[in-house]
């Protein structure tokens, strides 16, 4: 009876460890992971030397790459946090040309575009700072530079050329979860949704006499993450 209290004693304490390890003021913390951007693309109709045409848009792939996450306690509940990441790359595919421009050969992908999305939130943990299970959500700003854009070989051959994006400023929102595995380690998941925006400019196609061909994507994608952290 006696040895069956000890082990039960044991568990209990095994299970509540790291009840007085959560997250206090001051605190560093260090996170690293798999994290994918998966685009919402709402596309306008793609415009050739000004001109829309009606049944075209845009689309952009998901990509995955390593996430980095630094955060701050200012106090036992609210932090900040920076979101990085190694750079994206994501395909660009364009849709409706062949029928708006009467010429096959013209749908498909475009080219490839890089960016980075660093996003600066303050953060918000509504749980007793003792539980080992600790939910947060969060609110801040996003910064997306696009670049080393590059379109395909058969893009070029139809005198496609000069592709570029402009850099989008925006909010972004999030819910997460960290869950202490010990006084230092814990396991990360979270979801953010961030607002970015962009005008897309190529020159051509030139086969077709084409100057200039632009389009404005509403590319807003959710941005899931999962991984560990470290606490200093």
Known sequence: MRKTLFVASALA??????????????????????????????????????????????????????GLNF??????????????????????????LNNALNMTGLDGKLGEVTHLPPTLSVVYYPLDNKAAFQPYVGVGLNYTVFFDEELTANRKAQ?????????????????????MLNDKLMVNAQIRYID???DATVKGPGALNVQKTTVSVDVDPMVYMVGLGYKF
């Open 13 to 66: 304490l095994a299970i509540a460890a790291p009840l007085a390890h959560a997250h206090q003021a001051g605190d560093i913390i260090v996170r690293a992971g798999a994290v994918t951007v998966d685009p919402n693309g709402d596309s306008g109709a793609l415009k050739v030397d000004g001109t829309a045409l009606a049944g075209t848009e845009a689309t952009v792939d998901s990509n995955t790459q390593l």
């Open 71 to 96: 955060a701050y306690m200012l106090t036992d509940k609210v932090g900040v946090e920076l979101l990085a990441a190694t750079p994206f790359t994501h395909d660009v595919h364009v849709k409706g």
């Open 159 to 179: 005198q496609f050329s000069d592709l570029s994006l402009d850099s989008s400023v925006g909010l972004a929102f999030q819910v997460g979860a960290d869950y």
């Open 196 to 198: 970015i925006g962009t």
